[in-house]
């Protein structure tokens, strides 16, 4: 090969592993997580996936909760085309950890200008992690197409 | 350079006495201009979506468009599935046949293209009746009339009846050419179809044996998880799929065309074996969901960087050759060779745009694949920003500047409205520019992609109003834009001159050749590189399948569209 040549695929390898690292930090060190596998939910032989997900913990009580001082569990369903519960409040520093599934088809769960953005899909469970540092109404947006009225489904978290 | 002048090969071995059969000629020219035909249709409603970002809802006045939805699932299906499989069958059979020597199978030919008719009818009926507004990406349990998951999978095959007709001219020549190398125009075109091949199993097989059969009630349910997991597998490799063939322009044809010469030959094919090898990384596009662990993310994470390679070492050959082909044109100076390329050629200046467009297209694209880093923009408008700069720019542009000479070339007939083919590429790149920055920006903002935002029942936030009116401007010139390439094209059919001779197609010569020993060898052997591919798939998907199977089909459809 010319050396040139060279330089630049050395420079091309060098800045996809800069990016890789780079990004692998912001996961382990800085804890930006995306979701991951956390099991299904099951229906009894015969029951409806809806059913079996709204008797399934924590899904039976969508809705605000606090686990410890300044922790919060937040259970959302998401259904055409509305959110469980369609607003929330929290107060500012809240540590807020959000469990989301759908009773019917695929919704998205997503706050702008934050890190809150995940899939709700029928029979699984979304969980993501966020602080909200900042007073304020956030909105949220179903971003993922979910019929005629897809663009009615939001919500909002009120901050303060 | 002196020392770089080894061996002036030519990238395609001359092929005595060819000559472009007129069935091929025919069934290829046809296919050009029937993805052309798609594209018009697509493009319109593509035209519309752009007004709806500006606040403008023009649906209920139209035929055929009742909703958002319904518009955006018809230009979704005609631009991404139909205009790039129409074009890439008919572009690559040419390329095939041409590098070969040898016409392909025009019964193949044929098939295939009546295929990609019916399909085209069978997936565009429901959608036009508003059975089907399930967008390109058709998630169940949304679900849509049979007849649109039946015309998809016609859509499919024709494109896998094409690499047929490639492989079995490959298996002929290679008797009458023992131990001889592939030519690199036949051997990028084929390999092109063999990546295609091996990636479009996913969503072909979940159109077969879940939707279809669901669809016409024999299946209990769908599996919304297992299903996204098939279609991404594909879904990524698909804009491969869609940009091969423009790169199969860029490396082969472009360097010509500006009076270069392709550098590298065995630098070319390993691009083309990294994509054929690189196959699954379709869960970079499912970072936000469920269900999948993280194993599977922070495996596509790498190898979606890897894939960015080929594609860092495509821009190298290029622009290497574009920097020989405008010094040579008398260009001085660090840039200055840029100026002097043949800008006033139409199939030149569309096609160097479309490589412009590219770049912020890859380094989007790069983004997106950024793991924890798409939090912020998944399902924003960012992602259709990205998507317009690379299939709708890239890949789109390249199509226009190839039928500049194509058309001419299939039809003897010259190209008419010269001066408006001068600047539409212009008028094209001028709208993506400013559509691209609408709706980088919204996203950026959260400005929801697939979204009826004309229509929301909430203030808009902050950012959002100029991202969609920028959104909806450079829509419109991108409208303009197609609707002088289709004018150029419509008048060229009926009106151009006729030309005595359409003489050979313009491809390229290397400086390094093809080596007929060596290492290089290891190239040609197509079947090591399937091999290194199915395993690489195995140990990406295998553990999600081994997992996952058999499909949990426990969700009811929902038809509320």
Same mark, same amino acid.
């Given at each position: 090969?010319?050396?040139?040549?060279?330089?630049?695929?050395?420079?091309?390898?060098?800045?996809?592993?800069?990016?890789?690292?780079?990004?692998?930090?912001?996961?382990?060190?800085?804890?930006?997580?995306?979701?991951?596998?956390?099991?299904?939910?099951?229906?009894?032989?015969?029951?409806?996936?809806?059913?079996?997900?709204?008797?399934?913990?924590?899904?039976?009580?969508?809705?605000?909760?606090?686990?410890?001082?300044?922790?919060?569990?937040?259970?959302?369903?998401?259904?055409?085309?509305?959110?469980?519960?369609?607003?929330?409040?929290?107060?500012?520093?809240?540590?807020?950890?959000?469990?989301?599934?759908?009773?019917?088809?695929?919704?998205?769960?997503?706050?702008?200008?934050?890190?809150?953005?995940?899939?709700?899909?029928?029979?699984?469970?979304?969980?993501?992690?966020?602080?909200?540092?900042?007073?304020?109404?956030?909105?949220?947006?179903?971003?993922?197409?979910?019929?005629?009225?897809?663009?009615?489904?939001?919500?909002?978290?009120?901050?303060? | 350079?002196?020392?770089?002048?080894?061996?002036?090969?030519?990238?395609?071995?001359? +092929?005595?006495?060819?000559?472009?059969?007129?069935?091929?000629?025919?069934?290829?020219? *046809?296919?050009?201009? /029937?993805?052309?035909?798609?594209?018009?249709?697509?493009?319109?409603?593509?035209?519309?979506?752009?007004?709806?970002?500006?606040?403008?809802?023009?649906?209920?006045?139209?035929?055929?468009?009742?909703?958002?939805?319904?518009?955006?699932?018809?230009?979704?299906?005609? &631009?991404?599935?139909?205009?790039?499989?129409?074009?890439?069958?008919?572009?690559?059979?040419?390329?095939?046949?041409?590098?070969?020597?040898?016409?392909?199978?025009?019964?193949?030919?044929?098939?295939?293209?009546?295929?990609?008719?019916?399909?085209?009818?069978?997936?565009?009926?429901?959608?036009?009746?508003?059975?089907?507004?399930?967008?390109?990406?058709?998630?169940? +349990?949304?679900?849509?009339? #049979?007849? /649109?998951? =039946?015309?998809?999978?016609?859509?499919?095959?024709?494109? *896998?009846?094409?690499?047929?007709?490639?492989? #079995?001219?490959?298996?002929?020549?290679?008797?009458?050419?023992?131990?001889?190398?592939?030519?690199?125009?036949?051997?990028?075109?084929?390999?092109?179809?063999?990546?295609?091949? !091996?990636?479009?199993?996913?969503?072909?097989?979940?159109?077969?044996?879940?939707?279809?059969?669901?669809?016409?009630?024999?299946?209990?349910?769908?599996?919304?998880?297992?299903?996204?997991?098939?279609?991404?597998?594909?879904?990524?490799?698909?804009?491969?799929? *869609?940009?091969?063939?423009?790169?199969?322009?860029?490396?082969?044809?472009?360097?010509?065309?500006?009076?270069?010469?392709?550098?590298?030959?065995?630098?070319?094919?390993?691009?083309?074996?990294? =994509?054929?090898?690189?196959?699954?990384?379709? =869960?970079?596009? $499912?970072?936000?969901?469920?269900? !999948?662990?993280?194993?599977?993310?922070?495996?596509?994470?790498?190898?979606? /960087?890897?894939?960015?390679?080929?594609?860092?070492?495509?821009?190298?050959?290029?622009?290497?050759?574009?920097?020989?082909?405008?010094?040579?044109?008398?260009?001085?100076? %660090?840039?200055?060779?840029?100026?002097?390329?043949?800008?006033?050629?139409?199939?030149?200046?569309?096609?160097?745009?479309?490589?412009?467009?590219?770049?912020?297209?890859?380094?989007?694209?790069?983004?997106?694949?950024?793991?924890?880093? &798409?939090?912020?923009?998944?399902?924003?408008?960012?992602?259709?920003?990205?998507?317009?700069?690379?299939?709708?720019?890239?890949?789109?542009?390249?199509?226009?500047?190839?039928?500049? #000479?194509?058309?001419?070339?299939?039809?003897?007939?010259?190209?008419?409205?010269?001066?408006?083919?001068?600047? $539409?590429? *212009?008028?094209?790149?001028?709208?993506?520019? %400013?559509?691209?920055?609408?709706? !980088?920006?919204?996203?950026?903002?959260?400005?929801?992609?697939?979204?009826?935002?004309?229509?929301?029942?909430?203030?808009?936030?902050?950012?959002?109003?100029?991202?969609?009116?920028?959104?909806?401007?450079?829509?419109? %010139?991108?409208?303009?834009?197609?609707?002088?390439? /289709?004018?150029?094209?419509?008048?060229?059919?009926?009106?151009?001159?006729?030309?005595?001779?359409?003489?050979?197609?313009?491809?390229?010569?290397?400086?390094?050749?093809?080596?007929?020993?060596? #290492?290089?060898?290891?190239?040609?052997?197509?079947?090591?590189?399937?091999?290194?591919?199915? %395993?690489?798939?195995?140990?990406?998907?295998?553990? =999600?399948?081994?997992?996952?199977?058999?499909?949990?089909? &426990?969700?009811? +459809?929902?038809?509320?569209?």
């Amino acid at each position: 090969m010319e050396k040139l040549e060279k330089i630049y695929v050395w420079l091309s390898v060098g800045i996809l592993l800069a990016f890789i690292l780079a990004l692998i930090y912001a996961s382990v060190i800085l804890a930006v997580r995306v979701p991951t596998d956390v099991g299904q939910i099951v229906p009894n032989p015969g029951e409806a996936l809806a059913s079996a997900t709204m008797r399934t913990p924590p899904f039976d009580q969508p809705g605000v909760q606090e686990v410890a001082p300044g922790k919060y569990k937040v259970v959302v369903l998401g259904q055409a085309w509305m959110f469980n519960p369609p607003s929330i409040e929290l107060p500012v520093g809240a540590d807020v950890t959000f469990y989301g599934t759908s009773l019917d088809i695929d919704h998205g769960f997503f706050i702008p200008n934050t890190d809150v953005n995940m899939m709700l899909l029928p029979g699984q469970v979304s969980i993501l992690r966020h602080r909200f540092d900042k007073a304020g109404v956030y909105r949220i947006i179903c971003h993922e197409y979910c019929g005629t009225l897809h663009h009615l489904m939001t919500g909002t978290i009120t901050v303060k | 350079m002196s020392a770089i002048v080894q061996a002036q090969t030519e990238v395609v071995q001359d +092929p005595k006495h060819f000559e472009l059969s007129p069935a091929n000629r025919r069934w290829i020219l *046809w296919f050009i201009l /029937f993805g052309f035909a798609a594209l018009a249709f697509g493009v319109f409603q593509g035209f519309v979506q752009g007004l709806n970002y500006a606040g403008i809802s023009l649906f209920s006045f139209l035929p055929g468009m009742k909703t958002y939805y319904e518009g955006l699932t018809a230009h979704g299906v005609l &631009n991404a599935f139909i205009f790039t499989f129409a074009e890439a069958n008919g572009w690559l059979s040419l390329t095939t046949a041409r590098a070969l020597g040898r016409n392909l199978n025009s019964r193949l030919l044929a098939l295939s293209f009546v295929l990609l008719v019916l399909g085209t009818v069978f997936a565009g009926i429901p959608i036009f009746l508003g059975k089907a507004s399930v967008l390109y990406t058709f998630y169940p +349990p949304l679900r849509a009339h #049979w007849a /649109f998951y =039946f015309g998809i999978a016609l859509a499919v095959v024709s494109t *896998w009846i094409i690499s047929a007709a490639q492989l #079995w001219a490959l298996a002929e020549w290679r008797k009458e050419h023992k131990g001889e190398r592939i030519p690199l125009m036949a051997y990028v075109s084929i390999m092109t179809y063999i990546m295609w091949d !091996i990636s479009s199993l996913g969503a072909a097989s979940e159109d077969l044996f879940l939707l279809l059969p669901w669809s016409l009630n024999l299946l209990p349910g769908s599996d919304p998880l297992l299903s996204r997991v098939l279609f991404w597998y594909t879904g990524h490799q698909i804009v491969y799929y *869609w940009l091969l063939p423009a790169y199969v322009s860029w490396y082969i044809f472009i360097p010509r065309m500006v009076g270069g010469k392709l550098f590298s030959d065995s630098l070319a094919r390993i691009a083309f074996i990294m =994509f054929v090898v690189l196959v699954p990384v379709g =869960f970079h596009h $499912q970072y936000t969901d469920p269900g !999948i662990g993280n194993y599977f993310k922070i495996a596509v994470l790498i190898l979606t /960087f890897g894939i960015a390679f080929p594609s860092l070492l495509t821009a190298f050959s290029i622009m290497y050759a574009l920097e020989i082909g405008g010094r040579a044109n008398g260009g001085k100076g %660090i840039l200055g060779w840029f100026l002097k390329l043949p800008w006033s050629n139409p199939a030149v200046s569309a096609q160097v745009l479309a490589m412009i467009a590219f770049l912020p297209g890859g380094i989007t694209g790069i983004m997106n694949a950024s793991y924890n880093m &798409n939090l912020l923009v998944h399902n924003t408008t960012f992602v259709p920003g990205h998507f317009h700069l690379t299939l709708g720019s890239a890949v789109t542009l390249s199509y226009f500047g190839i039928a500049y #000479w194509l058309i001419p070339y299939l039809t003897g007939r010259k190209l008419a409205l010269e001066r408006v083919a001068k600047w $539409q590429p *212009w008028v094209y790149f001028l709208g993506i520019l %400013i559509f691209a920055r609408g709706e !980088i920006s919204g996203g950026i903002l959260g400005m929801p992609r697939r979204t009826a935002l004309a229509v929301i029942n909430y203030e808009p936030l902050p950012g959002w109003k100029l991202a969609g009116a920028l959104t909806g401007i450079g829509g419109t %010139i991108m409208f303009i834009g197609c609707v002088l390439f /289709f004018l150029v094209i419509f008048f060229t059919l009926i009106q151009g001159k006729k030309m005595e001779s359409t003489g050979d197609l313009p491809f390229t010569e290397t400086y390094l050749g093809a080596a007929p020993s060596g #290492w290089q060898l290891i190239l040609d052997k197509l079947s090591y590189w399937v091999l290194l591919s199915f %395993i690489l798939i195995a140990l990406v998907y295998g553990p =999600f399948l081994l997992t996952h199977l058999p499909p949990k089909l &426990n969700s009811p +459809p929902f038809q509320g569209f």
